[in-house]
């Protein structure tokens, strides 16, 4: 369909056809972009002991680099490295055509001598899903699962108020949490351990399984 622009600077981050019927047809035809809109917030944080890294737009971790991108049938894999503070990082994302949503595997490998402590990761987004076709920012958010639960699942979901988009971190790592910033996740927020570290009841973060708030909020998974 060639590139589809939203947004400021005339990029292009994620957009997707959920009814799987053709760029071209449909109501609407397509979804996004999920993220571009407004101020643009996709990424990820690092910290290891008392450092922290960061990596989204505007702020670039200083050495990662692109390594390849692997094609295998309907998949493919893009490859990121950086190395912060004697931790490697190697995160592939893998998309397939077939279907709906982006694996991310994230490997973190000590590479020296020396034993690294308190290691937080997180991913986090600020969804506009609708944006580009209502105008409006604002979406569902809710805490779908939170640890401990009996299917071992983490969940952070975000609807959209006119068509039902949906965009979500997810994953089935037993050490993850989810949280959604009522304040739209700026600010110290970028801080993986003080995600993590959120208390229920807060004000300004949601971490109880069944939380929701609609508006422009930000997610995030550690």
Same mark, same amino acid.
């Given at each position: 369909m060639g590139y589809?622009?939203?947004?400021?600077?005339?990029?292009?981050? $994620? =957009?997707?056809?959920?009814?799987?019927d053709g760029w071209l047809t449909g109501t609407p035809k397509f979804i996004g972009d999920y993220v571009v809109p407004g101020s643009p917030l996709e990424g990820w944080a690092l910290k290891v002991d008392t450092n922290y890294t960061f990596n989204y737009p505007g702020y670039k971790l200083y050495g990662g680099r692109y390594v390849g991108r692997v094609s295998t049938g309907s998949k493919q894999? $893009? =490859?990121y490295q950086a190395d912060f503070k004697g931790l490697e990082i190697i995160q592939t994302a893998i998309i397939d055509v077939d279907k709906l949503y982006i694996l991310i595997d994230v490997k973190l490998k000590n590479t020296g001598t020396t034993k690294l402590k308190d290691i937080f990761y997180s991913r986090f987004v600020d969804p506009d899903n609708e944006q580009?076709?209502?105008?409006?920012?604002?979406?569902?958010?809710?805490?779908?699962?939170?640890l401990p639960n009996l299917r071992q699942h983490v969940t952070v979901s975000s609807v959209g108020k006119t068509y039902n988009s949906y965009c979500a971190l997810h994953t089935r790592d037993c050490r993850a949490r989810v949280v959604i910033d009522s304040t739209g996740l700026y600010g110290v927020t970028f801080y993986p351990d003080s995600l993590y570290n959120a208390l229920p009841g807060s004000s300004r973060y949601l971490v109880k399984e069944g939380d929701t708030i609609t508006g422009d909020k930000g997610m995030a998974l550690i």
């Open positions: 589809h622009i939203c947004g400021v600077d005339l990029r292009l981050g $994620i =957009v997707a056809d959920p009814d799987k894999s $893009i =490859v580009c076709l209502t105008a409006d920012f604002a979406t569902k958010m809710k805490i779908d699962n939170q």
